[in-house]
């Protein structure tokens, strides 16, 4: 595989100086008060899946139903968090297992996995508007169980397995301009099953080596470095990974050595690289993706048993943030009374907020009281640009929460 060095060195840098500055910008908290709660379930039981959110919503394709055929599949679904609904998509072209998928721009990017025992190196290209699949091309080699992570038009694959159950030391890294590859230095533990992610920076955490593993790397000054003050608590692969804020990098279940399938959930400062307890999932889980997806968590089936023949369940659960939103509050403990100026009102795309200070957290409500959005706002003091799509016609009602801890709340129209 030729490389141009200076194109890739100075690609590289400017990893590294965007990681830097997403680390220095970062100062979130950590909430205390966070319970996992149920949702709809899938449409089909599904461990080793890959999923990716887009436009409020998140889609999920393939997976393995682990029945005594061990049969791979095709399906794919999108889950509709404002209606807490599962629909069926268009089907893969090809089953699917342990493929790796991002988003970018207006598409959904799947690589790799494996189809019915056999290798796949193909790249897919899924536009949801149109509902329909494109092969636009292959990877070098056939790889299944990556991590794969985004920046802007790049996509970076580490670790994983390749044919003949080997272990590849070196990441893949996809123009998705030019759709050219090129790789990236190699790891210091090989993996599959790891958790990859980004704040600006690549983290590898934990995977499978004959075992599950407690390292962390991350991507620094060119080369995979790497930590060893910010090891896992106890080793773990197959789990899944997030960064819920810059700084806050969130991993739950997995498979240990300790307990087989785990239900814990833990989160890493990465800056002062000391771990913490979060609630435990409802549903002890294997081989999931774990969604972030307007400022909540969600765990998308899995693995559930070790049996040889185990079972992958359709169960989806969210993590949300107990002190600062109603659990169905009766209608009339809804806010009705407008403390904030929005204008326009009715909202047509977005509101602007004319508050008296600045406010860091907006939730929103329907009118029975249900949570469709709550979200960081980033100490935004006059405009929020409400997202595309996530609120039909119908009236609503939002809380803002402002720097000082003080809330405010009010009510509003949405005409479409």
Not at 397 to 406: A, F, K, P, Q, S
Request: hydrophobic letters at 40%; glycine letters at 8%; a neutral charge.
């Amino acid at each position: 595989m030729k490389q141009d060095k200076h194109r890739n060195s100075a690609f590289w840098r400017t990893v590294v100086v965007i990681g830097i500055l997403f680390a220095a910008a970062s100062n979130h908290p950590v909430y205390a008060e966070w319970e996992w709660r149920s949702l709809a379930s899938m449409s089909a039981e599904r461990s080793g899946h890959t999923a990716a959110a887009f436009s409020h919503k998140i889609y999920v394709f393939g997976g393995i139903r682990r029945n005594m055929r061990q049969e791979n599949l095709r399906s794919a679904e999108v889950y509709y968090p404002q209606y807490d609904r599962w629909e069926d998509i268009e089907p893969l072209p090809i089953a699917l297992y342990q493929a790796s998928a991002v988003s970018i721009g207006e598409f959904i990017y799947i690589f790799g996995g494996l189809c019915n025992e056999r290798m796949n190196n193909q790249i897919m290209r899924y536009e949801p508007s149109k509902n329909e699949y494109i092969i636009i091309g292959e990877m070098p080699v056939p790889r299944r169980a990556m991590g794969a992570v985004n920046f802007g038009r790049y996509v970076m694959l580490a670790g994983g397995l390749a044919q003949r159950m080997e272990y590849p030391r070196n990441g893949l890294l996809w123009d998705a301009r030019e759709n050219r590859w090129t790789e990236t230095p190699p790891l210091n533990q090989p993996s599959s099953g790891a958790g990859v992610v980004n704040n600006g920076i690549v983290w590898i955490v934990g995977g499978m080596y004959f075992g599950p593993l407690d390292r962390i790397e991350i991507f620094d000054e060119g080369r995979w470095r790497l930590l060893e003050r910010a090891r896992m608590p106890e080793p773990c692969g197959e789990m899944g990974a997030v960064f819920l804020n810059d700084s806050t990098l969130v991993i739950a279940g997995g498979t240990t050595l300790r307990v087989g399938i785990s239900n814990t959930v833990r989160y890493m400062n990465t800056r002062t690289l000391q771990w913490s307890n979060l609630p435990a999932m409802r549903q002890a889980r294997t081989s999931f993706p774990l969604v972030r997806l307007d400022s909540r968590l969600y765990a998308v089936g899995g693995g559930i048993s070790m049996q040889q023949m185990g079972e992958a369940t359709a169960e989806v659960e969210v993590l949300v943030q107990t002190d600062a939103v109603w659990d169905n509050p009766p209608s009339d403990k809804l806010p009705t009374d407008t403390k904030v100026v929005l204008y326009p009102n009715p909202v047509v795309g977005k509101a602007a907020f004319l508050l008296p200070g600045t406010a860091s957290q907006i939730t929103i409500f329907d009118a029975n009281g249900r949570v469709l959005l709550h979200e960081v706002v980033n100490s935004q003091n006059s405009l929020w640009n409400m997202p595309s799509g996530l609120l039909i016609n119908g009236n609503f009602y939002y809380i803002l929460t402002l720097n000082d801890g003080r809330w405010l709340n009010g009510r509003f129209t949405v005409l479409r």
